[in-house]
């Protein structure tokens, strides 16, 4: 059986307060992540925002997929707001940070993909830069917003020889997009940077044994370069193996 991907929603940046409209007038699936699992022999479940459900449905998958999408409230990692600081979504950051919470327990394979990967950092103890312009240090900092569509690369990434990433991209350099606002400060414990840009953002990283659990973020958005490079639907493919190997792991337990 096809093992079950939980894909997080997007949320269109509506600003009226929680109860004053129903919830399911401002979700957006993006489809771009729907497609990249559904290609790569996956089924895709595209979860709302329901944070009294995160516990329930971290027990109904097989791996999770974080998505893209607005800046994580910087609470979570113990700061206060910056004036640089974007639109951020409660409900989103509530339900994301608590369903997480649930599938690390657990030992849910996850892929973090942008505000995914950034997500993952924080769950884990990590921190990040609330704007990465103004904050990173303006010297050398290479543009991390691109102004081209979406399926159009940007800038570079070296990747770590060796890592479970390189092996699963099948390259150790890659084009990539780039559409961040934030990135990782303080990279959480659990995880490893395994590739970096040339002005030193880390661009991806992974569990320090995938094969215990495993975890991956990667900064771009690798759900819109799917028909550009292998590489990218490659990520996609490695999150339905690890599903499936979970299931089965599951199964006989
Ligand atoms: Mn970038």
């Known amino acids: 059986m096809a093992p079950i991907i939980g894909v997080t929603a997007t949320l269109k940046e509506d600003l009226e307060p929680v109860g004053?409209?129903?919830?399911g007038?401002?979700?957006r699936a993006d489809l771009d992540y729907v497609d990249g699992v559904l290609e790569a022999g996956g089924t895709?479940?595209?979860?709302?925002?329901?944070?009294?459900?995160a516990g329930e449905l971290a027990g109904k998958i097989?791996?999770?997929?974080?998505?893209?999408?607005?800046?994580?409230?910087?609470?979570?990692?113990?700061?206060?707001?910056?004036?640089?600081?974007?639109?951020?979504?409660?409900?989103?950051?509530?339900?994301?940070?608590?369903?997480?919470?649930?599938?690390?327990?657990?030992s849910v394979p996850v892929l973090g993909i942008c505000r995914g990967l950034q997500v993952l950092n924080v769950a884990l103890g990590g921190t990040l830069y609330q704007d990465l312009p103004s904050q990173f240090g303006t010297d050398g900092l290479?543009?991390?917003?691109?102004q081209m569509p979406k399926w159009q690369w940007t800038h570079e990434i070296e990747v770590s020889g060796g890592s479970?990433?390189?092996?699963?991209?099948?390259?150790?350099?890659?084009?990539?997009?780039?559409?961040?606002h934030q990135a990782i400060k303080d990279l959480a414990e659990p995880l490893v940077a395994v590739a970096y840009a040339s002005d030193g953002v880390i661009e991806a990283v992974e569990s320090?044994?995938?094969s215990d659990h495993w975890l991956l973020g990667v900064q771009w958005h690798a759900e819109a370069m799917r028909d550009v490079g292998s590489e990218h639907r490659n990520l996609f493919s490695a999150l339905v193996n690890a599903a499936a190997r979970y299931a089965l792991r599951r199964a006989a337990a």
């Open 20 to 23: 004053q409209r129903p919830l």
């Open 25 to 27: 007038s401002f979700i």
């Open 44 to 53: 895709p479940v595209v979860l709302p925002p329901f944070v009294e459900a």
């Open 62 to 106: 097989d791996g999770l997929l974080l998505s893209g999408g607005s800046d994580l409230d910087p609470s979570y990692y113990g700061e206060e707001p910056t004036t640089e600081l974007g639109v951020t979504l409660p409900e989103r950051d509530a339900f994301e940070m608590a369903l997480l919470g649930h599938a690390l327990e657990r």
């Open 142 to 146: 290479i543009a991390h917003r691109q």
């Open 164 to 180: 479970g990433t390189a092996s699963i991209l099948e390259s150790t350099e890659l084009r990539v997009n780039s559409y961040h």
């Open 208 to 210: 320090s044994d995938l």
